[in-house]
Each structure stands twice: as C-alpha cells, then as structure tokens.
C-alpha cells in the first residue's frame, strides 16, 4: 500500500481547540473519534496549501495566523502508513459553517482526554499543550491499540 500524506490543525481560542468528531462517513478510519481539523494532500499541494484548503472545505472559514508544530508518522496493521503535518492555528476569517464529515464543536483544552480520541493523538496533544518545540512522532499501532510511540528517535511507549 502507498503511504498517504494528511495535515491536521487545531485551531485554538480561549482555552479551547476547533475539534471534528467523525460521524458521517461509513469507511471512515476515523469514524466516531473526535479528530482535528485536516486532511489528504492533492497532487502537487504544499503542507500548506493542503492545510489551508482542508480548513476551508471543512470549516468554511480561512487560516490567516498558522504554526507548523511536528510531523507524525504512523504505522498500522489496518491502514495505509500516514504522514501527517501538524499544525495549531491562532486566526482565522469567516463564519463556521456545518461540516459534511461530522460535527465541529469547540472543546476546552481541560475536557479533551475526556472525548474519544486515537491514543496516539493523546500524546501529540500533550506536546502541544506543553508546547514542546518542532518534533517528529512515529505512532505504532495494532488494530485500535498503540504499541509504540517514538519522539524524535527515542521510544517514549
């Protein structure tokens, strides 16, 4: 299978981050988990003109102020490998309109690790939350479950 290449965003304001929870698409790897905002490059995109079109087409709304925070890579028995652009955003012009891949909902930073989220992501949130500087995360995991979990070259689970 050939890897694939993704962004994510998690636009923030007032404590809290713009979060997707994924409901409406059948095959959806991401189905039910409450994801950020992002998605697939398209042929001869950047990071960031993908970032700034799946903002967009998910959000409605255009990134004006963006900070690129880390790569991550994972690895699944189940999925094609993913490398995936990182990013937080701090402005953004427009109005939120409704999303057609699930329900967007601004979620305080405190009520995050209550959602359901890839274990993995648990452990790039906490980088941002501690805003660690640009790093490289490789995520392992079997079915659902994270077997590994390597920052910057060094096993961290």
Not at 64 to 72: E, H, P, S, Y
Not at 106 to 135: C, H, M, N, Q
């Amino acid at each position: 299978m050939e890897a694939k290449l993704t962004t994510l965003c998690y636009p923030e304001r007032d404590g809290k981050y713009l979060m997707l929870h994924r409901t409406r698409k059948e095959r959806d790897a991401n189905r039910d988990k409450w994801i950020g905002i992002g998605g697939k490059f398209e042929t001869g995109e950047s990071p960031e003109d993908c970032l700034l079109r799946e903002f967009r087409e998910e959000t409605g709304l255009t990134l004006t102020d963006w900070r690129f925070r880390g790569i991550v890579t994972f690895v699944s028995d189940e999925w094609p490998c993913e490398y995936m652009f990182l990013y937080t955003a701090s402005d953004w012009t427009g109005e939120l309109k409704t999303c057609d891949e699930g329900e967007l909902a601004w979620i305080d930073k405190s009520e995050l690790y209550g959602l359901t989220l890839w274990e993995g992501d648990r452990v790039f949130l906490r980088l941002l939350e501690e805003d660690a500087p640009f790093f490289s995360l490789k995520l392992v995991y079997r079915g659902e479950t994270l077997t590994q979990a390597v920052l910057d070259g060094r096993r961290i689970q």
